[in-house]
């Protein structure tokens, strides 16, 4: 089984390998209190990204080790690319962007990243 998350308007996105989650987290860093991510984080080799260079934006800050990708057609922010902490790549998953996940369902946990 799989899922996807998409931008709006389709021009990028991630498929994963495997079922929906049943847990998440949100984060109270800058960029994602802004924008109101809820986030499940897969290993890299997870996710199928669709990515085209034309389409696919890319923010990083602080110590630019996330890189917070957007879609420069309409947008919105379905995935995130990095490391963790043990330098594995890893891709967060915007579940917002998911259409099929039903968010009211999910174990959500804070997460304090403002103090990162």
Known sequence: M????????GAIGATISGDLPAEAMTCNCSICRRKGTVLHFV????ATLEAPADKLGDYTFNKNAIHHHFCLVCGCTPFTTG???????????????VPECDLDRLKLTAIDGASF
Do not use: F, I, K, W
């Open 43 to 46: 290993p890299a080799g997870e």
């Open 2 to 9: 799989s899922y996807a998350s998409t931008c709006h308007c």
């Open 83 to 97: 490391t963790d902490p043990q330098g594995n790549e890893m891709v967060a998953v915007n579940l917002r962007c």
